[in-house]
């Protein structure tokens, strides 16, 4: 019988057609039948197909298993693993902004975090409120953690990458302390929250703009993650010389 | 045809109307956002500790209050952020990252005609888990930074409505309002 991707269909040229279909629209959801014509068409995803979209299907090959004709997709299930997938440790590059940004912020940073039982990575992610001391706020006043801005009427401003960490853990310390690793709890913490999501009064609230704000800095630290092993590897390997 | 004379009554006229004198405009110079606050809205002035990314717009008429938690209230906002990790720094990831970052769910087709007026922008809607619907359009502006990388903008723009599905329509209606006044003209 031939089963495509573990479903049965009756035409197996129809079956190939409409499993390769739903890999490469995957980002939509069959469940929204309102929008699923014209606005489908109208917006531009071609870019999110799938790079390897045209080897999976010449890469497919049919076995029998238990009696079942079974069409097999090697180049999903057989793809090689990634730099990253392989070495989760290693990033891919390290950009001159940031590679700056960690020259001036990480051993600032690094010093107080452990003071306050918090991982500095979390707290060096929330300098993408300033493109990770790179936007134009940030050669004004100082300031790579956002913690003002918007209005240049009121602005945090800091002479140096100490004072302007000093500044952080004076306003959050208290709040986001002992918070370890835990992103979740480090977000919630900064947004005047308990590690389960609960208000806390009088503790302040680092943006409104929440769950925008939220997934924001989430980003940022996910780059510092990645950034952070190259970023001292490259200034070991810089030591060493 | 009107002569000029007539043009200028009439012009004096809207500039005096009590609508006009009501309309406020909100204004960010770090993000370069202007966009008139619509009628009938509450606009959430962010507190003085806090980084304005852009304006956040509660639907409903709420008290003021409800700013504190807006998660649990419909509203349209505009939020700003540097072009700054590289999950988000094409338009197209920046949209999908919206979709699972913020909504908390795949992109889906968004409603038809929803763009901001001379900018090249990505629209999608969010089926939230809690019931909530999020209609997502984001853009992109600002000069590059060649220290990141230099064919991409500088700064990403988000243009949300968090709204229920009773409710869609109807607050629609004040978000396309939005995305057609607002002015992205970033100095950086």
Redo the contacts between chains.
Sequence with gaps: MPFINGKFYMNPAYGRALERARRASS???E??PQ??G???R????S??LPSGDAEQSSDAHWVTINGHHVLLDQASSQRPPTEDTQHPERKRHL????K?YLDKYYDAVTVLAKKYKVDPVLVLGVG?????G????YLRTGDAF???????K?MTTATSPDENVKQFFD?YGNQIRGTGTDTSAFINALQGRNASGE?VKGW??????????E??V???I??MKKDIPTYLSQKKTEQSR | MPSPRCFAVLLASLLLSPQASKTQVYRNDEFGITVPIPLGVVYCVPSEYQHDHGPVFLLGSPERQACDEIDHQRYVLIFASYNAVEETKKLRDFLKEQCTGVGGGPCRPAPDGLHITGMATKAARVNRSDGWIDIIVVTQAGKPDPAFDPSVPSINYDAGLHTAPQYLEEDLRIFRAVLSTVRLSPTE
């Design positions: 980002i939509w959801s469940a929204l929008f699923a014209s606005a489908l109208k917006q531009n995803f870019d999110d950009s001159a902004r940031d700056s993408i409120e300033s493109g990770f790179s936007g134009g706020t956002g913690m003002t801005g918007g209005s240049t009121r306003n208000r302040k609230v680092y943006n409104i703009a929440n769950p925008h704000w997934s924001l989430n980003d940022g996910n780059t």
